[in-house]
């Protein structure tokens, strides 16, 4: 598996016009757009450090994912994304050395980009996703 870069850092929020205050407003680190992605019932919001970007992540839903992570464990750091060049073969190769995986196949993320996740219990606790762009 070829990683190439820290893709983003995923921050659950309650609100991403609030949290644009500070990451906008406080740090000026600009906005590269807002997005909601439907079949995971939320609104992200990309922010450009160099290579790699902050994801802010708002529930669109009580049943999306990041509804239920800030109700458990309130706004904070979600996910870690790493990019690869080749999410297919990823998957393949940590599947062949038995590493527990959320997503088994690629699915359509935010920005056009093909993610999957693995599961924080194969990582120490950690959620990482895995992106292709």
Do not use: Y
């Amino acid at each position: 598996m070829n990683t190439t870069v820290i893709d983003h850092i995923g921050i659950a929020v309650n609100s991403i016009e609030e949290s644009l205050k500070f990451w906008e407003g406080t740090l000026g680190v600009k906005c590269a757009g807002i997005e909601t992605v439907e079949d995971q019932k939320v609104k992200t919001a990309f922010l450009p450090i160099k290579e790699s970007e902050v994801e802010l992540l708002e529930a669109t839903s009580p049943e999306s994912a990041i509804a239920k992570f800030i109700e458990k464990k309130g706004e904070g750091i979600h996910h870690l994304a790493i990019r690869v060049d080749n999410l297919e073969a990823a998957l393949a190769e940590l599947k062949g050395k038995g590493v527990k995986l959320i997503d088994e196949t690629p699915r359509r993320g935010a920005g056009g980009a093909m993610i999957a996740f693995i599961h924080p219990k194969a990582t120490g606790g950690i959620l990482l996703e895995l992106s292709q762009r």
